[in-house]
């Protein structure tokens, strides 16, 4: 593991992930932080630049409108590209650096983007994809656009059969993981799969879920024998 450049700007992934108000940027941040180096001051600053220029175009119209063409036409925020399932596609600090990323971690970045201009966002998590969602207090449908292509509103029918509720930013987190976990995996790295894997098991789990994740770690583990 690499340590990340700290700096004292937030508490580390194991602290985030025993925190129920941990955010879905800290721990995305923190989790990037097992794997590499990251500098939080500039994917905090790169937010904040974010968010400001949100606030500036939601000005008089709509703010989910103004949210996706800043962050899809203006700045470019959309899927990645030919190697799709590159853990650095997850790196939530890369992502915004480079405007690319795997669907999660793209709505990341909306959701923090979006909390700093004082607009209500949600992740949500959709059987094989992941978007975001304004959930309205009255019951009614919730909104959702899809930053993995570029902002754009879903129709609600889109969604239809899936559990399309706001996400946590724990089982954001785990998500994350997962995707990491397979992604090392996937490319002989067992190191990183298995700092992954130990990753989930520092997320508060179900019994069953935590039992079935430690069986998986224990294989990761075996296979470096």
Excluded: K
């Excluded at 879903?154 to 239809?160: C, D, G, N, P």
């Excluded at 700092?195 to 430690?214: N, V």
């Amino acid at each position: 593991m690499i340590a990340s450049e700290h700096n004292g700007l937030m508490p580390g992934f194991a602290e985030l992930a025993a925190d129920p108000a941990a955010g879905p940027g800290a721990l995305a941040l923190a989790l990037a932080g097992e794997f590499r180096e990251v500098d939080e001051a500039a994917a905090l600053a790169r937010l904040d630049a974010l968010a400001a220029d949100v606030s500036a175009a939601a000005a008089g119209r709509d703010a989910l409108d103004a949210l996706g063409e800043v962050l899809g036409a203006r700045h470019g925020f959309a899927g990645a590209g030919d190697v799709y399932d590159h853990p650095d596609n997850s790196m939530l600090d890369l992502v915004l650096e480079r405007g690319r990323g795997l669907p999660i971690a793209l709505s990341v970045v909306y959701v923090e983007t979006a909390r700093r201009a004082g607009i209500a966002l949600d992740g949500v998590g959709l059987a094989g994809h992941y978007v975001v969602g304004q959930f309205p207090a009255d019951g009614a449908l919730p909104v959702l656009l899809d930053p993995f292509a570029g902002g754009v509103r879903l129709e609600a029918a889109t969604a239809a059969g899936d559990d399309v509720r706001a996400w946590g930013a724990h089982e954001t987190a785990l998500r994350m993981l997962n995707n990491l976990a397979g992604s090392y995996t996937r490319r002989n790295d067992l190191g990183r799969a298995i700092r992954a894997a130990e990753l989930r098991l520092e997320l508060p789990l179900e019994r069953g879920l935590a039992e079935t994740l430690a069986a998986e770690l224990r294989g990761l583990r075996a296979r470096l024998n």
